[in-house]
Structure formats: C-alpha cells, structure tokens
C-alpha cells in the first residue's frame, strides 16, 4: 500500500523503491501507475511510465507537472535516436512558451540531439532569432555545401545519360551485311534458316544452337532468369500475334 499524504519525503521513498523493483517479478508496472496516478503522486507517475517504455507519457507528465530536470532525464532515455529527438522537441515546445531564447539554444546544446533547423519550427515569429544567428550562419554553410556536392551529381547523372542515349542510338543505327547463306559456327547450317544472332565480327549463331551450348554451363540461378526471360518473350509474341492476327515476326538480326 502506498501512503501519499506524508509529502515529498514519502514520494521519494516510494521512488527509491520503485527504482530497486526496476524489471523484478514483484512490481505490476500497470498497477503501481493506476495506483500513484490516483494518489496524486507526479514523479512516481513518470517513473513509471519510463519504466514502462512509455517514453513519451514521461515526458509530457514531468512537463506538466513542470518538473523539467525529470522531463530531460526522460527525454534521455529511448534507445532510438528518432525517438529522443522527438522527445527534446517536446521540451523545446514546452520552454518556446517561457519566450527566452537563451533557454532554447541551452536545451539544444544539452540535448545534443537537436540541431537549430530542427528547432525553428518552433520559434513563433514574435520570438527574436538573433541569438541563434552563430548556428544559423552554420547550418546554412552546411546546405551549401551539400547543395554544391547534390548539383556535382546532378551534371555527373546528367553526363552518364547523354553518353548512355548516343551509344543506344549507335547500337540502333547498327547494320551488319552477312552473306546469304552464311552459316551458323556451331551446327554450320545456314544461319538464315532460323532465329540468329550475329555479331559485330561476322559470325552467325542460331540461338537454339547457342542456348543448347551456354546452358550447361550456367549456373542455377542464371538458368532460372533464361528460363523467365524466354518465359516473358513467348508472352509478348503470343500478344503480339494476337493483336496482328498474323505470323510471329521474323527473327531480327543483331
Ligand atoms: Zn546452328
Ligand atoms: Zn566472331
């Protein structure tokens, strides 16, 4: 049972207890909160909801109850960087009513979470800026820097793609003459005679004779992607002759 009446002294008796049953079997977390929250007790109430992960909870109850020194301990607490921050904003919400801009610039300092562009949202207009004007001048350094590094990038992808659209354009434009009955390397059956492929040298290969040679030697996986890949290529012919209500179309040469 909890005795509230006997003041700050009893609270903080209560709170040395509750700290030494920290993740022991004995303390019903849920409970014990109902119980202090009923009793009026604030400090054990925030205890408890940091015990209970209830980060937030904490911080906004010792707030309230303006107890900043408890709000910070709090605010340290989460193991998520993401979640301290937010924390500290919630402190820095808090203060940004107190009007002193001192106070501001001492929490990020403290906090050492936040930086002055995550603060200034939180600045009303009427508040004068000028004392964060140090931190200001470098953060905008910071963008400027990192704006030139973002504009470098953007000409480097800029370049890459005008390089990769003229050599698409040439690989087009590509004509290779063969003779007429110029035959395949591997089976020396007239290359014409089916699907070929032929290259930049000259030399003709039917696809069924390379793919009867490269699939061996594949490994699983890449066979697998042959596999869809000729897989997705009957679908787009069968959708093509569908829509042509014509023959398959001949084999291109490449
Ligand atoms: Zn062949
Ligand atoms: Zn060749």
């Known amino acids: 049972a909890v005795g509230a009446q006997g003041?700050?002294?009893?609270?903080?008796?209560?709170?040395?207890f509750l700290a030494s049953q920290e993740g022991g079997p004995m303390?019903?977390?849920?409970?014990?909160?109902?119980?202090?929250e009923e009793q009026g007790l604030p400090r054990a109430v925030v205890l408890l909801?940091?015990?209970?992960?209830?980060?937030?909870?904490?911080?906004?109850?010792?707030?309230?109850?303006?107890?900043l020194g408890l709000a910070k301990e709090n605010a340290r607490k989460p193991a998520d960087r993401r979640m301290r921050q937010k924390l500290w904003l919630h402190i820095v919400e808090h203060q940004v009513a107190s009007g002193d801009v001192q106070k501001?610039?001492?929490l990020i300092r403290e906090s050492q979470e936040l930086s002055v562009r995550d603060v200034l949202p939180f600045i009303p207009d009427s508040m004068t800026i000028d004392a964060f004007q140090v931190e200001i001048c470098?953060?905008?350094?910071?963008?400027?820097?990192?704006?030139e590094t973002l504009r470098q990038e953007m000409e480097d992808h800029r370049r890459a793609l005008k390089a990769f659209k003229e050599d698409l354009k040439q690989a087009e434009e590509r004509v290779i003459v063969i003779e007429e009955d110029q035959s395949c390397e591997i089976c020396g059956e007239p290359a014409t005679r089916e699907r070929f492929y032929v290259f930049a040298c000259r030399h003709c290969f039917h696809e069924a004779c390379l793919r009867a040679l490269v699939l061996p030697a594949l490994?699983?996986?890449r066979r697998e992607r042959?596999?869809?890949?000729?897989?997705?290529?009957?679908?787009?012919?069968?959708?093509?002759?569908?829509?042509?209500a014509g023959p398959p179309p001949m084999a291109p040469a490449r």
């Open 219 to 221: 490994s699983p996986a």
């Open 104 to 106: 501001i610039i001492g």
């Open 138 to 147: 470098e953060c905008l350094d910071q963008y400027e820097e990192q704006i």
């Open 7 to 16: 003041g700050d002294d009893a609270e903080d008796e209560l709170l040395g």
């Open 226 to 244: 042959l596999l869809a890949l000729e897989a997705t290529r009957l679908e787009h012919h069968a959708a093509a002759a569908g829509a042509l």
């Open 27 to 36: 303390l019903d977390a849920r409970f014990a909160l109902r119980v202090c």
């Open 49 to 67: 909801y940091g015990m209970m992960g209830m980060h937030e909870e904490a911080v906004r109850s010792a707030l309230e109850r303006g107890d």
